[in-house]
């Protein structure tokens, strides 16, 4: 757990489960948490050949961080060879703002995203979802889509809390 939120402090879980923090205000990591985005590289590759369809969702109300991520992983996806997706039930400023720049720089955007909606019809037993900056279920642009998938991968750079997404490959 404490490498998971950062590595710069202590967790103590008592008899009845509960974690307690101390610490976590340095700036340093540790070098441990370097392999998190190695095994993820190394085991990518593998986890989209096993899977039909790969769904990616961010926080509701995407943002920048969110919906940036989301767009940058469906193209390495889609590179690789995926059927990808990135599901978005609400646009944003943000969203429009960055699809419109990337169509003006050449890259339409406009057939990657779909509404939660079209995503859930497209479920099967070997569609992949990745979540993208959040870790938190209560969260995310679509809970319903993360109740039904069971091969999940989670990419985020805030700390991991006690409520977490706790179906994640990786």
């Not at 095994?39 to 969110?66: K, N, R, T």
Request: charged share 25%; proline share 4%.
């Amino acid at each position: 757990t404490a490498l998971g939120r950062g590595g710069n402090q202590v967790v103590v879980r008592n008899a009845q489960g509960n974690n307690t923090y101390y610490g976590g205000d340095a700036l340093e990591r540790p070098t441990e948490t370097r392999l998190m985005p190695r095994v993820f590289a190394d085991s990518l590759p593998g986890f989209l050949e096993q899977s039909d369809v790969v769904l990616i969702m961010g926080h509701s109300g995407a943002d920048i961080d969110s919906f940036g991520a989301s767009v940058a992983l469906c193209k390495a996806f889609r590179f690789l060879g995926a059927e990808a997706y990135i599901i978005l039930d609400r646009e944003t400023k943000s969203t429009m703002r960055l699809t419109q720049r990337l169509l003006t720089n050449g890259l339409d955007i406009s057939e990657w995203i779909i509404p939660g909606s079209a995503a859930l019809e497209m479920i099967t037993p070997q569609t992949l979802l990745t979540v993208v900056d959040v870790f938190i279920p209560e969260l995310l642009e679509n809970k319903e889509i993360l109740s039904k998938i069971t091969k999940v991968i989670a990419i985020d750079h805030h700390r991991m809390s006690e409520n977490r997404i706790d179906k994640k490959l990786c």
